[in-house]
């Protein structure tokens, strides 16, 4: 079974301060890591994604993460926040099995940022 | 291209009756997934289509079913619905690989009273 733990369910920055969102998972199977955010009363966008490769995964918006795998997390950052960032992040893992799409979701951190 | 389109945005239904929510793929995709998303829960997987056949289940109870046509439209019906149905609905679609972006819609916005 998979599994996803979002530490914080509220994350409060200043504008132009480090944005930093933490995601642990959990995976009998090597994991697909994704960050979607979401938008109110809309759907899911999504950021960044980890498939293979290069552990260190660069989005849309200045968004990144890094894939650890010794430490199962996939954090995301973002340098310098802007107002246009407040949102609410989901990080998500499925499984790299050729075939299942389904999606396992983390609780969701809301992102305020402030003036 | 087209995004992912589902209809209706919003919906009230009461107690014990039933409701059918649509959902339209971008074009090329042939997997559409459901999610189930409410406060309590967070985002919760309903199941996955692909080539009109249920190819992944969540852990939800009989009264929720789907189907997918061959042009890939999807729709998920929920019978005799209970408040705690109450949710927003969200459709994916993606192409049939994992590890495939999946490209969300805007949500169906159900409340049982």
């Known amino acids: 079974a998979q599994s996803v733990t979002q530490l914080g369910s509220h994350v409060s920055v200043s504008e132009g301060a480090l944005v930093l969102l933490r995601c642990n998972y959990s995976?009998?199977?090597?994991?697909?890591l994704f960050w979607y955010v979401q938008y109110p009363n809309q759907g899911l966008q999504l950021l960044l994604k980890?498939?293979?490769?290069?552990?260190l995964v660069k989005g849309i918006n200045g968004f990144e993460a890094e894939f650890k795998k010794s430490e199962t997390s996939f954090h995301l950052t973002k340098p310098s926040a802007h107002m246009s960032d407040a949102a609410e992040y989901f990080c998500?893992?499925?499984?790299?099995?050729?075939?299942?799409?389904?999606?396992?979701f983390g609780t969701g951190t809301r992102l305020q940022v402030t003036l | 291209k087209a995004g992912v389109t589902q209809t209706p945005r919003y919906l009230i239904k009461t107690r014990g009756q039933q409701v059918t929510l649509s959902c339209s793929p971008i074009?090329?995709?042939?997997?559409v997934s459901w999610y189930q998303q409410t406060p309590g829960q967070g985002l919760q997987f309903l199941f996955e289509?692909?080539?009109?056949?249920?190819?992944n289940k969540g852990n939800f109870p009989g009264r929720f079913s789907g189907r997918q046509f061959s042009n890939s439209r999807s729709e998920m019906n929920v019978s005799t619905l209970e408040l705690g149905d109450s949710a927003l609905y969200l459709c994916?679609?993606?192409?049939?690989?994992?590890?495939?972006?999946?490209?969300f819609g805007p949500g169906t916005r159900l409340t049982v009273l």
């Open positions: 994916a679609s993606s192409l049939p690989s994992s590890g495939n972006e999946q490209f």
């Open positions: 995976s009998s199977v090597p994991p697909y």
């Open positions: 980890y498939t293979t490769g290069a552990t």
């Open positions: 998500a893992v499925s499984k790299n099995t050729g075939t299942a799409s389904k999606l396992t």
């Open positions: 074009s090329g995709h042939r997997s």
């Open positions: 289509y692909f080539s009109e056949t249920q190819r």
